[in-house]
Protein backbone atom coordinates (compact mmCIF):
# COMPACT_ATOMS: atom_id res chain seq x y z
CA UNK A 1 0.00 0.00 0.00
CA UNK A 2 1.65 3.21 -0.77
CA UNK A 3 1.86 6.03 1.95
CA UNK A 4 -1.75 8.41 1.88
CA UNK A 5 -0.39 11.52 -0.50
CA UNK A 6 -0.21 14.93 0.49
CA UNK A 7 -3.35 16.74 -0.33
CA UNK A 8 -2.18 18.89 -3.08
CA UNK A 9 -1.86 15.57 -5.22
CA UNK A 10 -4.73 15.22 -6.96
CA UNK A 11 -5.87 10.89 -7.47
CA UNK A 12 -7.67 9.94 -10.31
CA UNK A 13 -10.17 8.11 -8.64
CA UNK A 14 -11.32 7.81 -4.60
CA UNK A 15 -13.70 5.55 -3.41
CA UNK A 16 -15.97 5.64 0.02
CA UNK A 17 -16.45 2.73 1.00
CA UNK A 18 -14.39 -0.28 1.81
CA UNK A 19 -16.37 -3.04 1.76
CA UNK A 20 -16.87 -6.05 -1.62
CA UNK A 21 -17.80 -3.33 -3.98
CA UNK A 22 -15.08 -0.64 -2.89
CA UNK A 23 -12.28 -2.61 -2.46
CA UNK A 24 -13.18 -4.70 -5.74
CA UNK A 25 -12.82 -1.61 -7.93
CA UNK A 26 -9.94 -0.19 -6.06
CA UNK A 27 -7.71 -3.58 -7.09
CA UNK A 28 -9.54 -3.21 -10.31
CA UNK A 29 -8.27 0.26 -10.63
CA UNK A 30 -4.84 0.02 -9.64
CA UNK A 31 -4.11 -2.65 -11.21
CA UNK A 32 -4.70 -0.73 -14.21
CA UNK A 33 -2.39 1.76 -13.15
CA UNK A 34 -4.76 4.46 -11.68
CA UNK A 35 -3.85 6.52 -8.64
CA UNK A 36 -6.59 5.46 -5.97
CA UNK A 37 -7.54 6.23 -2.54
CA UNK A 38 -9.85 3.79 -1.08
CA UNK A 39 -11.48 5.70 2.23
CA UNK A 40 -12.48 2.46 3.98
CA UNK A 41 -14.94 3.04 7.62
CA UNK A 42 -13.24 -0.08 8.87
CA UNK A 43 -9.85 -1.43 9.72
CA UNK A 44 -8.03 -4.01 7.46
CA UNK A 45 -10.15 -7.10 7.31
CA UNK A 46 -8.52 -10.02 9.27
CA UNK A 47 -9.80 -13.76 8.32
CA UNK A 48 -9.41 -16.23 11.14
CA UNK A 49 -9.20 -19.80 9.95
CA UNK A 50 -11.08 -21.09 13.24
CA UNK A 51 -13.62 -18.57 13.21
CA UNK A 52 -17.14 -18.90 10.97
CA UNK A 53 -18.30 -15.08 10.49
CA UNK A 54 -22.39 -15.02 9.73
CA UNK A 55 -22.61 -12.30 7.04
CA UNK A 56 -22.29 -14.32 3.78
CA UNK A 57 -22.28 -13.37 -0.05
CA UNK A 58 -23.36 -15.42 -3.03
CA UNK A 59 -21.07 -14.89 -5.75
CA UNK A 60 -21.68 -15.76 -9.52
CA UNK A 61 -19.70 -16.87 -12.21
CA UNK A 62 -19.42 -13.01 -13.37
CA UNK A 63 -17.59 -12.19 -9.95
CA UNK A 64 -15.64 -15.04 -9.63
CA UNK A 65 -14.05 -14.00 -13.21
CA UNK A 66 -13.21 -10.59 -11.84
CA UNK A 67 -11.49 -12.33 -8.88
CA UNK A 68 -9.37 -14.77 -11.14
CA UNK A 69 -8.58 -11.26 -13.16
CA UNK A 70 -7.23 -9.65 -10.50
CA UNK A 71 -5.75 -13.10 -9.45
CA UNK A 72 -6.97 -13.35 -6.13
CA UNK A 73 -8.98 -16.10 -6.68
CA UNK A 74 -6.99 -19.40 -5.46
CA UNK A 75 -6.52 -16.96 -1.97
CA UNK A 76 -9.79 -16.69 -1.69
CA UNK A 77 -10.29 -20.82 -2.02
CA UNK A 78 -7.24 -21.27 0.25
CA UNK A 79 -9.79 -19.26 2.97
CA UNK A 80 -13.08 -20.89 2.51
CA UNK A 81 -15.35 -21.75 -0.63
CA UNK A 82 -18.03 -23.74 -0.64
CA UNK A 83 -19.59 -23.82 -4.32
CA UNK A 84 -23.05 -25.10 -4.76
CA UNK A 85 -24.40 -27.34 -7.72
CA UNK A 86 -27.98 -27.64 -7.43
CA UNK A 87 -30.62 -24.88 -6.39
CA UNK A 88 -34.26 -26.51 -5.52
CA UNK A 89 -37.26 -23.24 -5.32
CA UNK A 90 -40.84 -24.43 -4.56
CA UNK A 91 -43.99 -22.56 -3.51
CA UNK A 92 -45.58 -24.19 -0.45
CA UNK A 93 -48.86 -23.59 -0.87
CA UNK A 94 -49.45 -24.07 -4.65
CA UNK A 95 -46.04 -26.98 -4.79
CA UNK A 96 -44.37 -24.80 -8.11
CA UNK A 97 -41.49 -25.17 -8.07
CA UNK A 98 -38.00 -25.18 -10.05
CA UNK A 99 -34.86 -26.62 -9.84
CA UNK A 100 -31.24 -25.56 -11.19
CA UNK A 101 -28.70 -28.06 -11.97
CA UNK A 102 -25.05 -27.02 -12.95
CA UNK A 103 -24.65 -30.43 -14.74
CA UNK A 104 -27.09 -29.68 -16.59
CA UNK A 105 -26.34 -26.04 -17.68
CA UNK A 106 -22.79 -27.43 -18.25
CA UNK A 107 -20.88 -25.78 -15.87
CA UNK A 108 -18.59 -26.39 -13.07
CA UNK A 109 -20.92 -24.84 -10.49
CA UNK A 110 -23.63 -22.69 -10.06
CA UNK A 111 -22.00 -20.17 -7.56
CA UNK A 112 -20.40 -19.70 -4.60
CA UNK A 113 -21.11 -19.02 -0.53
CA UNK A 114 -18.29 -16.92 0.54
CA UNK A 115 -17.74 -15.32 4.16
CA UNK A 116 -17.87 -11.54 3.49
CA UNK A 117 -14.80 -11.23 5.95
CA UNK A 118 -13.01 -13.94 3.30
CA UNK A 119 -13.78 -11.54 0.11
CA UNK A 120 -13.00 -8.09 1.78
CA UNK A 121 -9.48 -9.55 3.67
CA UNK A 122 -8.18 -10.81 -0.08
CA UNK A 123 -9.66 -7.59 -1.67
CA UNK A 124 -7.82 -5.30 0.61
CA UNK A 125 -4.69 -7.69 0.34
CA UNK A 126 -4.66 -7.26 -3.62
CA UNK A 127 -5.46 -3.44 -3.11
CA UNK A 128 -2.21 -2.93 -0.61
CA UNK A 129 -0.19 -4.74 -2.88
CA UNK A 130 -0.85 -2.03 -5.52
CA UNK A 131 1.47 0.76 -5.94
CA UNK A 132 -0.86 3.43 -7.25
CA UNK A 133 -3.81 2.47 -4.34
CA UNK A 134 -3.91 4.52 -0.77
CA UNK A 135 -6.08 3.10 1.96
CA UNK A 136 -7.45 4.95 4.76
CA UNK A 137 -8.95 3.35 7.53
CA UNK A 138 -11.00 3.92 10.07
CA UNK A 139 -12.72 6.76 8.39
CA UNK A 140 -15.74 8.24 6.72
CA UNK A 141 -16.04 11.01 4.08
CA UNK A 142 -17.46 13.87 6.14
CA UNK A 143 -17.51 16.52 3.67
CA UNK A 144 -16.59 17.37 -0.03
CA UNK A 145 -16.45 20.62 -2.08
CA UNK A 146 -16.35 20.97 -6.14
CA UNK A 147 -13.21 23.05 -7.14
CA UNK A 148 -11.26 23.76 -10.29
CA UNK A 149 -9.37 20.54 -10.37
CA UNK A 150 -12.60 18.07 -9.19
CA UNK A 151 -13.43 17.89 -5.63
CA UNK A 152 -12.40 18.63 -2.81
CA UNK A 153 -12.96 15.55 0.00
CA UNK A 154 -12.29 16.10 3.90
CA UNK A 155 -12.90 13.34 6.24
CA UNK A 156 -13.98 12.57 9.77
CA UNK A 157 -10.19 11.11 10.75
CA UNK A 158 -8.92 14.60 9.13
CA UNK A 159 -7.28 13.53 6.13
CA UNK A 160 -7.99 16.32 3.36
CA UNK A 161 -8.28 14.56 -0.41
CA UNK A 162 -8.48 15.56 -3.65
CA UNK A 163 -9.81 13.92 -6.51
CA UNK A 164 -11.20 14.32 -10.08
CA UNK A 165 -14.17 11.32 -9.48
CA UNK A 166 -15.46 10.10 -6.72
CA UNK A 167 -17.08 6.77 -6.06
CA UNK A 168 -19.47 6.42 -3.52
CA UNK A 169 -19.81 2.76 -2.61
CA UNK A 170 -20.82 3.19 1.02
CA UNK A 171 -24.05 1.39 1.54
CA UNK A 172 -27.32 2.14 2.05
CA UNK A 173 -27.04 5.00 4.02
CA UNK A 174 -24.59 6.33 1.93
CA UNK A 175 -22.54 9.78 3.01
CA UNK A 176 -21.08 10.31 -0.80
CA UNK A 177 -24.97 10.13 -1.90
CA UNK A 178 -26.14 12.64 0.79
CA UNK A 179 -23.52 14.98 0.86
CA UNK A 180 -23.69 14.73 -3.43
CA UNK A 181 -27.29 15.76 -2.91
CA UNK A 182 -28.96 12.83 -4.44
CA UNK A 183 -32.44 12.26 -3.50
CA UNK A 184 -33.48 8.87 -2.45
CA UNK A 185 -36.66 7.27 -2.31
CA UNK A 186 -37.00 5.18 0.49
CA UNK A 187 -40.29 2.04 0.29
CA UNK A 188 -41.38 0.03 3.48
CA UNK A 189 -41.92 -3.53 2.80
CA UNK A 190 -43.40 -4.23 6.26
CA UNK A 191 -41.22 -7.17 6.26
CA UNK A 192 -38.03 -8.19 9.08
CA UNK A 193 -35.63 -10.53 8.30
CA UNK A 194 -33.97 -13.69 10.59
CA UNK A 195 -30.00 -14.45 9.56
CA UNK A 196 -28.71 -17.36 11.57
CA UNK A 197 -25.87 -20.41 11.10
CA UNK A 198 -28.13 -23.78 10.99
CA UNK A 199 -27.19 -27.13 10.26
CA UNK A 200 -29.51 -30.07 8.93
CA UNK A 201 -29.59 -33.62 9.35
CA UNK A 202 -30.39 -34.37 6.16
CA UNK A 203 -27.89 -32.08 3.83
CA UNK A 204 -25.99 -32.61 1.15
CA UNK A 205 -23.57 -29.49 1.31
CA UNK A 206 -24.26 -28.33 -2.12
CA UNK A 207 -27.71 -27.54 -2.58
CA UNK A 208 -29.17 -24.22 -2.32
CA UNK A 209 -32.85 -23.90 -1.41
CA UNK A 210 -35.08 -21.14 -1.38
CA UNK A 211 -39.38 -21.93 -0.26
CA UNK A 212 -41.85 -19.31 -0.47
CA UNK A 213 -44.55 -19.76 2.40
CA UNK A 214 -47.67 -17.48 2.55
CA UNK A 215 -45.78 -15.30 4.89
CA UNK A 216 -42.80 -15.15 3.32
CA UNK A 217 -39.17 -16.51 1.86
CA UNK A 218 -36.78 -18.94 3.56
CA UNK A 219 -33.46 -19.43 2.27
CA UNK A 220 -31.03 -21.71 2.98
CA UNK A 221 -27.13 -21.58 1.96
CA UNK A 222 -24.86 -24.07 1.71
CA UNK A 223 -21.59 -23.27 3.86
CA UNK A 224 -18.77 -25.78 4.83
CA UNK A 225 -18.18 -28.78 7.35
CA UNK A 226 -22.45 -29.10 7.83
CA UNK A 227 -23.58 -25.53 8.19
CA UNK A 228 -26.02 -23.61 6.54
CA UNK A 229 -26.48 -19.71 6.28
CA UNK A 230 -30.26 -19.14 7.40
CA UNK A 231 -32.01 -16.19 5.89
CA UNK A 232 -35.93 -16.17 6.71
CA UNK A 233 -37.52 -12.69 5.19
CA UNK A 234 -41.14 -12.63 6.87
CA UNK A 235 -44.05 -10.27 7.56
CA UNK A 236 -43.50 -8.40 10.66
CA UNK A 237 -46.38 -9.87 12.32
CA UNK A 238 -45.16 -13.42 12.04
CA UNK A 239 -41.66 -12.31 12.51
CA UNK A 240 -42.37 -10.72 16.18
CA UNK A 241 -43.94 -14.46 16.26
CA UNK A 242 -40.89 -16.32 15.68
CA UNK A 243 -39.00 -13.97 17.78
CA UNK A 244 -40.37 -14.94 20.76
CA UNK A 245 -40.46 -18.72 19.85
CA UNK A 246 -37.65 -20.77 22.14
CA UNK A 247 -34.99 -22.34 19.96
CA UNK A 248 -36.30 -25.79 20.03
CA UNK A 249 -39.60 -24.31 18.87
CA UNK A 250 -38.02 -22.52 16.63
CA UNK A 251 -36.13 -25.14 14.90
CA UNK A 252 -39.31 -27.17 14.57
CA UNK A 253 -40.93 -24.28 12.78
CA UNK A 254 -37.53 -24.07 10.53
CA UNK A 255 -37.75 -28.07 9.88
CA UNK A 256 -41.25 -27.70 8.73
CA UNK A 257 -41.54 -24.66 6.43
CA UNK A 258 -38.36 -27.02 4.29
CA UNK A 259 -41.44 -30.05 4.39
CA UNK A 260 -39.15 -32.34 6.07
CA UNK A 261 -36.83 -32.14 3.00
CA UNK A 262 -33.58 -30.89 4.52
CA UNK A 263 -34.63 -33.08 7.98
CA UNK A 264 -34.15 -31.74 11.35
CA UNK A 265 -32.54 -28.15 11.49
CA UNK A 266 -30.87 -27.07 14.07
CA UNK A 267 -29.23 -23.52 15.45
CA UNK A 268 -25.47 -23.71 15.16
CA UNK A 269 -23.06 -26.70 13.90
CA UNK A 270 -23.60 -29.89 12.71
CA UNK A 271 -26.87 -31.89 14.25
Not at 102 to 123: D, F, K, M, Q, Y
Not at 129 to 155: F, M, W, Y
Not at 199 to 208: F, K, R
Request: proline share 3%; glycine share 8%; with cysteine.
Amino acid sequence: MTAFKRKEEIYDVAISGGGVAGSTLAGLLGFQGFNVCLISGESKPEWNPDKHYPRVNAVNHASIRIFKHLGIWQDIRNKRVNPYYQMQVWESDTKGAIEFDAAELRVPHLGAIIENTVLTSSLHDFAEQQPSVSIIEKSRLESLSANDDGLGLHTDSGHEVSCRLLVGADGIDSVTRSLSSIEKREYKSGQQAIVAEVSASNYDGHTAWQVFLPNGVVALLPLNEGRCSLVWSCDESHFRTLMALNDAAFCEALTSSFEDRVGAIALGGVV
